[in-house]
Nanobody, 121 residues
Framework: QVQLVESGGGLVQAGGSLRLSCAAS????????MGWFRQAPGKERELVVL????????YYVESVRGRFTISRDYAKSTVYLQMNSLKAEDTAIYYC??????????????WGQGTQVTVSS
């Protein structure tokens, strides 16, 4: 079993920045593929970014490329999502996921509770 806890969401003005954190426990963190997904009201949960077990392979969806950066702190068993130049359309609940690989949420086995990101125009 893997437990994931997200934090760092909040309200920010367009153009601002937030850093989300996802703390993992219950598994060897260095062996986990991980990702961030988000779900806006009335929309399907969608991929934001993937990172593999050693952090050397990443994939960002086109809408966040150049603005968001994923990183991993293996000593702290934590993955981060640095979000810069935020837009109103980034408003969503952001979820940390682990134990899978792919564009679909169904390919991941473990999920955090979500953290709300609201970007005002």
């Amino acid at each position: 079993q893997v437990q994931l806890v997200e934090s760092g969401g909040g309200l920010v003005q367009a153009g601002g920045s937030l850093r989300l954190s996802c703390a993992a426990s219950g598994h060897v963190f260095g062996n986990l593929n991980m990702g961030w997904f988000r779900q806006a009201p009335g929309k399907e949960r969608e991929l934001v970014v993937l990172t593999n077990w050693n952090g050397e392979s990443t994939y960002y969806v086109e809408s966040v490329r150049g603005r968001f950066t994923i990183s991993r702190d293996y000593a702290k068993s934590t993955v981060y999502l640095q979000m810069n130049s935020l837009k109103a359309e980034d408003t969503a609940i952001y979820y940390c996921a682990a134990g899978g690989w792919g564009f679909s949420p169904h390919q991941f086995d473990y999920w955090g509770q979500g953290t709300q990101v609201t970007v005002s125009s």
